[in-house]
């Protein structure tokens, strides 16, 4: 069955360091993947997506993501973290011969701390 | 600006009743969706729409009723029929449901019973 799951459902991180939020899937085919992140009471904000090409991915504030075929994973990192990036991560795939659904992972809290 | 805008930002609805959530984007997006969202448990599909006067069930559809009438509206009908309505709404659109699109999200309608 295809899956998409968030291994972690919180990850605590001083500020300035750098930050790993956890993300695998299972598929036959090649997944287009996707983060988004949601603020206290809003919405979800678009990060940055995997469609294909190279596999280290670059998005919006400072976020960046690395796509691994053979570890089926696709982790958003960044380098140094800030206070205000804590918030609720979540992890989104498009499945092939699924109808294109977007389906989420249960999603990860992030926590920085100062 | 472009988006989309969900009313309202919070519903009370008697046991019983059914209640109307409104959704409207302005991104000229062929696809809309409609997620619910409860604690822990990331986001479950509703229902979905490729195109005007066409949309399918989701994962969890029992319960809710849409329309799609106009390209830039996608409203959400809670029923009676949902034993369990209490929960975060949210509404997305993308350009097509192609695989590599990414969808937008509005801020949510948080539906509480009384």
């Known amino acids: 069955a295809q899956s998409v799951a968030q291994p972690e459902d919180q990850v605590n991180v001083a500020e300035g360091n750098p930050l790993t939020v956890k993300c695998t899937y299972s598929v036959s085919g090649n997944p287009y993947l996707f983060w988004y992140v949601q603020y206290p009471n809003r919405g979800l904000q678009f990060l940055l997506k995997y469609i294909t090409g190279d596999n280290l991915v670059k998005g919006s504030y400072g976020f960046e993501a690395e796509f691994n075929k053979s570890q089926t994973s696709f982790h958003l990192k960044k380098p140094s973290a800030l206070v205000s990036d804590s918030a609720l991560y979540f992890c989104a795939v498009r499945f092939p011969n699924a109808g294109n659904m977007l389906t989420f992972g249960g999603g990860t809290r992030l926590m920085v701390k100062p | 600006d472009g988006g989309i805008t969900q009313s309202p930002k919070y519903l009370f609805r008697k046991e019983g009743q059914n209640v109307t959530l409104s959704c409207e984007q302005n991104?000229?997006?062929?696809?809309m969706y409609w997620y619910r969202q409860d604690p822990g448990q990331g986001l479950r599909l509703i229902y979905y729409s490729q195109i005007v006067n066409d949309f399918q069930k989701g994962d969890i559809a029992e319960g809710y009723s849409v329309s799609r009438e106009k390209k830039e509206s996608f409203p959400l009908t809670v029923t009676s029929a949902q034993k369990n309505p209490t929960a975060f709404y949210l509404c997305a659109s993308s350009i097509t449901r192609a695989r590599g699109t990414e969808a937008f999200f509005g801020q949510g309608t948080r539906l509480t019973v009384v």
């Open positions: 991104l000229n997006h062929d696809a």
